[in-house]
């Protein structure tokens, strides 16, 4: 039986039924993914990951991005990651700053369009440069 649930899809703008699948689908030519489960937009064929190492195995990471919401998000995780490489700071108190300077509270996954990627960017790019001053 193919398992259904609610996702909000980036490309198609709304609630979906995407279809839980697997690494075989999504990343055929990646050996290192084939058993993982994804969950798809079969209306546009966008996918996300899913929190594979927890108590919920098949939990979406977030919402379906785009290839180029994927991409932005993925930017903004190495900016942030820059900040907290420092030790002064971690990512909950990251998060918590970057939300108070977008007022929404951020996390990655739910980034939903470029626009919101270049506020988050625009945000996080301000705290690396107080993180360098200090």
């Known amino acids: 039986m193919t398992a259904f649930r609610k996702i909000y899809c980036c490309g198609c703008r709304q609630d979906v039924d995407a279809r839980l699948t697997d690494g075989r689908e999504i990343y055929q030519h990646r050996e290192d993914l084939l058993g993982f489960p994804f969950w798809r937009c079969d209306n546009c064929g966008n996918y996300v990951g899913c929190h594979h190492k927890t108590r919920n195995p098949t939990e979406p990471l977030g919402d379906i991005p785009t290839q180029e919401i994927r991409e932005a998000r993925k930017k903004l995780h190495k900016l942030i990651d820059n900040i907290l490489r420092g030790g002064k700071i971690s990512r909950s108190e990251v998060y918590r700053a970057i939300s108070a300077e977008i007022g929404w509270d951020y996390h990655t996954a739910k ?10 960017y625009k945000a996080a790019s301000k705290l690396v440069q107080q993180h360098r001053a200090t």
């Open 111 to 120: 980034i939903r369009t470029i626009e919101d990627a270049m506020v988050v």
